[in-house]
């Protein structure tokens, strides 16, 4: 398995550009999910998912839109970047069975909007 | 709306000590994790505790809930430089949600 992988792992963007984040598993986890982590701060909750067709925004949603037509893909795209929105983006999966929960993260994506 | 606080934020330990990082959360939870992330790095998962009184140990560190006082603490018993690097908690936002809040974290650092 290759777990949980994100593209790019560097993005520089100009402000109003539209981009997309790209994640995706392998491990056929029905939950996903977006984070973005600020300097000192914890990760936060941009959105995420339950399974295929189904999304719902988190604490940060603004700016941000996702789908999720297949179990393995969870894109992220910017609509119109704002330096605001410069900070690293995690995706996360995980799944819970018998009372036990496995979750993986990401290695990240670096985006920086100037 | 729920918060999560964790103290302290920064902690500077020599190596052999023991020290607790603890995790407070503002509102009912049925499920609380730590990690560990490395400068650069992405997130690592040490634990998820589901329950009162549950208690979990890897190595050096031991996690603990107490579902009635809102409270987890991570244990760090006779420390080593390796166990140098941020650890956050973060808690779901009721039962069976997956909708995740997390502390700022704290930052430790283990030296000779």
């Known amino acids: 398995n290759a777990g949980v992988t994100q593209t790019p792992k560097f993005q520089v963007l100009k402000t109003g550009q539209s981009m997309t984040l790209q994640c995706a598993q392998d491990?056929?986890?029905?939950?996903m999910s977006w984070y973005r982590q600020d300097p000192g701060m914890g990760l936060r909750l941009i959105h995420y998912s339950v399974g295929a067709g189904i999304t719902d925004q988190g604490e940060v949603p603004n700016g941000y839109n996702v789908s999720r037509s297949t179990t393995e893909d969870f894109p992220l795209r910017l609509l119109s970047a704002a330096p605001s929105q410069t900070s690293v983006y995690f995706c996360?999966?995980?799944?819970?069975?018998?009372?036990?929960?496995?979750?993986?993260f990401g290695p990240g994506t670096r985006l920086l909007v100037l | 709306e729920l918060k999560v606080e964790q103290n302290p934020l920064f902690l500077s330990m020599q190596e052999g000590k023991n020290y607790t990082i603890y995790c407070n959360y503002s509102t009912t939870s049925d499920r609380l994790y730590w990690y560990r992330q490395d400068p650069g790095k992405s997130l690592e998962s040490l634990f998820v505790l589901l329950s009162n009184g549950a208690v979990k140990q890897e190595g050096r560190l031991m996690a603990s809930l107490d579902t009635k006082a809102r409270l987890s603490t991570l244990h760090i018993t006779a420390a080593v430089h390796d166990l140098s690097a941020t650890y956050f908690c973060a808690v779901n936002s009721g039962a069976g949600s997956y909708q995740l809040t997390f502390g700022k974290g704290t930052k430790l650092s283990v030296i000779p």
């Open positions: 491990m056929n986890h029905e939950y």
């Open positions: 996360a999966s995980s799944y819970l069975a018998g009372g036990r929960e496995t979750q993986y």
